[in-house]
């Protein structure tokens, strides 16, 4: 079945860098775009970026438009999160969400997500 | 930017039909999507294209799009449907996925 897992969330310090991943089966992972979503604590979803299938085009929320970069490995089947400059309204599970065939963007596939706290 | 606007919460008691809108300039325009999300847990994807189901979702979910406010309806509320559900659109002149605040619907 489709499966999506997170990983490399933890706790860090303001100021400095994480990376999170994204690991996909269960369906063909070069063939779609992938997106991290963000939720702060007791807080509603927050789109942070998309990748397209091949890795050719990227878009970011303002919100972490320069300080985060989104990537992709797809011999890995693995997607990825750089994130620098963190701060504590970065604080959040984080998803990583499966988009869906076609024109219309939705998120057919969610991972479990993967929380980072930014506090020193 | 695009914005979705959500009511915080929304109240029904077991039987009755709860109806969660989601507000956004003539979002009658766009695809609507919406999510349910319990606690601890990844949203599931519970609408998409306004209207339709993925597989496995009950026929109790239905949804609707008209001028300025898009509709989830669920009908003879159990108790277990108790979560927050989000509305989602993509904005296509930004290239950018949008979220509503989220609905908390409570069953009573």
């Known amino acids: 079945q489709v499966q999506l897992v997170e990983s490399g969330g933890g706790v860090v310090q303001p100021g400095r860098s994480l990376r999170l991943s994204c690991a996909g089966s269960?369906?063909?992972?070069?063939?779609?775009?992938i997106h991290w979503v963000r939720q702060a604590p007791g807080k509603g979803l927050e789109w942070m970026a998309v990748i397209s299938y091949d890795g050719s085009k990227k878009y970011y929320a303002d919100s972490v438009k320069g300080r985060f970069t989104i990537s992709r490995d797809n011999s890995k089947n693995t997607l990825y999160l750089q994130m620098n400059s963190l701060r504590a309204e970065d604080t959040a599970v984080y998803y990583c969400?499966?988009?869906?065939?076609?024109?219309?963007?939705?998120?057919?596939?969610w991972g479990q997500g993967t929380l980072v706290t930014v506090s020193s | 930017s695009y914005v979705l606007t959500q009511p915080p919460s929304v109240s029904v008691a077991p039987g009755q039909t709860a109806r969660i809108t989601c507000g956004g300039n003539n979002i009658g325009g766009k695809s609507v999507h919406w999510y349910q999300q319990k606690p601890g847990q990844a949203p599931v994807l519970l609408v998409y294209d306004d209207r339709d189901r993925p597989s496995g979702i009950p026929e109790r979910f239905s949804g609707s799009n008209s001028g300025n406010t898009a509709t989830l309806s669920i009908s003879r509320v159990e108790a277990g449907d108790e979560a927050d559900y989000s509305c989602?659109?993509?904005?296509?002149?930004?290239?950018?996925?949008?979220f509503g605040g989220g609905t908390q619907l409570t069953v009573f």
């Open positions: 989602q659109v993509w904005d296509s002149s930004s290239d950018h996925a949008v």
């Open positions: 269960g369906f063909t992972f070069s063939s779609y775009g």
């Open positions: 969400a499966k988009e869906s065939r076609g024109i219309v963007v939705y998120f057919d596939q």
